[in-house]
């Protein structure tokens, strides 16, 4: 078989998808119908995951886990928006790595609001401007989002669904030689994450290391400026056409940023692994014991802590905190049930969604 005949099988099978996925689009759109007559929600991440898992039992090909994710979560994302086009908020600027959670969720052809600020965030959701916003909430290597926690409280939005982001940074210029290279543009805590790199392949060489807003900006300036370079996104180096020199060069390949998909409606479906955040506003936190006996709930009924993060009682002069807390199941749990009436209003639910591992 030569080259062409190759090609030529490859044409046909491409034919095939596209029938098969018309087809898919045809289904898709009666359920969108059935959905809007119910007045039923579009966006069910639990349903996606199911498929997702289903497809990589059945997998005895060459496509590896992520790759299935990629392929299908793009055609998730053209679905709904057959079903009920959506405007989606980001933290930005565009070409940012919310940008890129968003995008693997949402797809590239979804209607974006790019916003300066995670309040700005929040409120395009809460005003209807947006029917979803996507918010960082921590790095593991940096720790929490404090402004994306105390928003959580203070507004009423719920927590849909999460996406962990594997954070990978790359090093773009349009010079044809690390030589020529005069200014490094980065965010201050990408040059931190990158100190392997900068420090090895840049070691004697007469480069200003120059700190901007986001790494969306330095690939910008990068794209200006033929003897400059930045530490950036692979979204923005692609979005702003500069040549990619060198890939992944994060010091760590664990370094990972969750996110929070935020929405007014409530996706509250059950899944077969599912995590819940809320909010503690615990009474007299003064009283020794307070907080040991409101984690022993957690632990007499076997429910799995994930994090515990403390926040000031904003307005008061003690040092009064209130807690986020996330933990391994679902509101309609029985025992989560029996913890969240024993506490009442002194519990704030933000939502139960699909766990990501």
């Known amino acids: 078989m030569d080259l062409q005949d190759l090609r030529n099988r490859i044409d046909t099978l491409d034919d095939q998808m596209l029938a098969i996925l018309n087809e898919r689009m045809e289904l898709v759109h009666k359920v969108g119908e059935l959905k809007r007559s119910s007045n039923s929600i579009i966006y069910r991440p639990e349903r996606e995951k199911q498929i997702l898992d289903r497809l990589e039992k059945r997998n005895q090909g060459l496509l590896t886990r992520q790759a299935i994710d990629a392929i299908f979560f793009e055609i998730f994302a053209v679905s709904r928006n057959l079903e009920l086009p959506e405007r989606i908020s980001y933290l930005g600027p565009e070409g940012s790595f919310t940008h890129q959670a968003a995008e693997s969720r949402f797809g590239a052809m979804s209607e974006y609001l790019v916003l300066p600020t995670i309040h700005s965030v929040f409120e395009s959701v809460e005003t209807g401007r947006a029917k979803f916003g996507v918010v960082p909430i921590e790095n593991n290597q940096e720790g929490i989002v404090v402004e994306t926690v105390d928003f959580l409280r203070e507004k009423n939005l719920t927590i ?21 290279i005069k200014r490094i543009y980065s965010k201050d805590i990408a040059f931190r994450q990158c100190g392997k790199f900068i420090s090895e392949y840049l070691d004697g060489l007469d480069v200003e290391l120059v700190p901007v807003e986001s790494t969306a900006k330095a690939a910008k300036l990068a794209s200006q400026e033929p003897d400059s370079a930045a530490i950036c996104s692979s979204i923005s180096a692609r979005l702003f056409g500069v040549p990619v020199f060198f890939d992944n060069i994060e010091d760590s390949d664990q370094n990972r940023t969750r996110f929070l998909i935020l929405s007014k409606d409530i996706v509250n479906a059950k899944s077969e692994e599912d995590k819940t955040t809320i909010i503690a506003n615990l009474p007299n936190t003064n009283r020794p014991g307070v907080l040991y006996e409101f984690l022993k709930e957690f632990n007499d009924r076997g429910i799995n802590l994930t994090k515990i993060e403390s926040r ?32 009442g209003t002194h519990l704030k639910w933000l939502g139960s969604y699909v766990k990501v591992s």
């Open 160 to 180: 849909v669904a999460e996406v962990l982001l594997p954070i990978h940074f790359t090093f773009a210029s349009q010079s044809d030689s690390l030589k020529d």
């Open 312 to 343: 000031p009682q904003r307005g008061e002069a003690s040092f009064r905190a209130w807690f986020l807390v996330e933990f391994l199941g679902h509101v309609e749990d029985p025992q989560v049930k029996e913890v969240m009436h024993k506490y």
